[in-house]
């Protein structure tokens, strides 16, 4: 279970308190090991998903249950020993050796995951971080030192130029090529996925990622979701030397929860940030707020949801051995750049530079102002199926009274935001949208493992609560008028 403990891309198991020793492969298994008759929801990591849209730390929606620790293994005695996690250093090197270090370090890390599977996944996109997975993997192919079968993975809306474009790469190096299409059916069926696994993450994260773990004859997938925040150094379009504090944005601006009890998650929040960031210490600002990308944001969010893949098929996320993290951790951040992806392409098969950047339409990392089709950079429309045809059902859930017998919400916030949710056919999913879905698969969630409300009592602040709401009716008012001028 623990082989890969030292990646950034392992695996979080799941563990009781009561019994620390036993580790658990998916919730459901460790919350029906735990014999206690209480299953306390636990009103910190709800604060933290409202926030965050992730848990932060090691905690899950039950009291007492928790993930196993970043970057650990047990021992046989029950501890646990941390990896060795690299230092950020301050090298300055060019383009060009950045990227043949990089690319010698991820040749080593698909050789080593597909040495002995014959037939093998990739999760391909239109983006960056997978085409080089895709090169690499061709590369060695063509080298002869890999000799099996290669099936390329996709999904998305059909017009989607991450469909369009894995199919050219697919095409192009003979590779089979299998597509999942995102919709509305697809997007409910997460809704009842995300209750099933613990509701850490909003279901619109989920994709296709069980349609893909059903895919038969495939002994091992890889992904590339590492390759922003290793390779180039960026998380959500951020460079790392400009990573604001974890905790600066999106604070809870929906007025979900009742304030007297989010002040003492708060102070909870606060506590496990800076204990996580005393596993590591001596290590600079940038450094933490990297590591905490990390361990939190990364592992909490993106590792989680890729579990569905991996509960039956081997997935292993490139760019995240201790090699290929810890030499781009050795760079200054000016030197994990843009830069260092085109000087990698260009070492890999010429085709993939031919393909436009999905993002853009364009060729990765000109000046063109030329897109290069028509077709959509949109990969799904969340948003717009969430705000239609899944809204009575949203909305059915979010009433059915097990939000709102848990103790933690500001009830008043409830009833507004099912009048207030706008019911616009933008596509994106915004972060209203985002927290709608999660609260339905949060009471589908309260049902299915009937989750208790939390037991300490706070004097109740009604007045305070409803300032909140009409502050954050406000605050939302702005933030979609801000989207829709920004055309999104």
């Known amino acids: 279970m623990f082989k890969y403990y030292n990646h950034l891309g392992s695996r979080a198991y799941y563990r009781n308190e009561s019994d620390s020793s036993t580790v658990h492969s998916s919730f459901c298994d460790c919350v029906s090991a735990d014999k206690s008759q209480l299953r306390e929801i636990d009103e910190t990591s709800i604060l933290s998903i ?6 932060i730390g090691d905690g899950t929606l039950v009291k007492g249950i928790q993930r196993t620790p970043w970057m650990s293994r047990p021992t046989e005695n029950g501890s646990w020993i941390d990896a060795n996690l690299p230092t950020h250093g301050r090298a300055v090197v060019g383009a060009t050796e950045a990227s043949e270090a990089l690319h010698y370090h991820l040749r080593a890390e698909v050789l080593e995951f597909i040495s002995n599977k014959r037939n093998v996944g990739i999760l391909l996109s239109g983006g960056m971080d997978s085409r080089i997975v895709a090169g690499i993997l ?3 192919q063509l080298s002869g030192e890999y000799s099996g079968q290669v099936v390329a993975l996709t999904w998305g809306i059909p017009e989607s130029r991450d469909v369009v474009y894995a199919q050219r790469i697919a095409n192009e190096f003979g590779w089979d090529f299998r597509y999942f299409e995102l919709n509305a059916s697809v997007l409910l069926r997460n809704i009842e996925l995300t209750a099933e696994r613990g509701a850490e993450y909003s279901p ?3 994709h296709a990622m069980e349609s ?3 895919v038969k004859g495939v002994d091992g997938i890889l992904g590339g979701s590492y390759g922003d925040s290793i390779g180039r150094g960026e998380y959500s379009g951020r460079r790392t030397d400009k990573l604001p504090h974890i905790l600066e944005k999106h604070l809870n601006h929906f007025a979900f929860m009742s304030l007297p009890i989010q002040k003492a998650a708060m102070a909870n929040i606060r506590l496990q940030l800076s204990q996580s960031r005393n596993r590591f210490p001596g290590r600079n600002e940038m450094a933490y707020r990297e590591i905490e990308m990390q361990m939190h944001y990364m592992r909490r969010q993106l590792n989680a ?20 993290f810890g030499y781009m951790w050795s760079l200054t951040s000016q ?11 260009k070492s890999l098969p010429a085709s993939l530079q031919q393909i436009p950047w999905a993002r853009t339409g364009r060729k990765y990392n000109t000046n063109s102002d030329q897109v290069e089709d028509t077709h959509t ?3 799904n429309r969340y948003g717009m199926w969430l705000r239609t045809e899944l809204r009575p059902y949203i909305i059915e859930l979010i009433s059915d009274g097990y939000l709102q017998g848990l103790g933690v919400f500001n009830q008043a916030s409830l009833e507004a935001w099912k009048q207030h949710w706008p019911n616009s056919d933008s596509p994106k999913a915004d972060r209203l949208d985002e927290k709608m879905a999660w609260l339905a698969s949060l009471a589908l969630f309260v049902k299915k493992y009937n989750i208790q409300p939390i037991q300490s009592k706070s004097k109740s602040n009604p007045l305070g609560d409803a300032a909140h709401l009409t502050k954050a009716l406000l605050h939302t008012k702005i933030y979609h008028a801000a989207l ?4 999104k």
């Open 50 to 55: 409202l926030m965050k849209n992730y848990i």
């Open 138 to 140: 061709r590369e060695l």
């Open 204 to 206: 619109v994260h989920l």
């Open 212 to 214: 893909v773990s059903k």
């Open 305 to 324: 949801c890729m579990e569905v893949i991996d509960n039956n098929i081997p997935l292993y996320q490139m760019f995240s051995s201790p090699q290929a």
């Open 335 to 345: 030197s994990r750049s843009d830069d260092v992806y085109e000087a990698l392409l």
């Open 377 to 379: 950079a949109l990969n």
């Open 484 to 487: 829709k001028w920004k055309g």
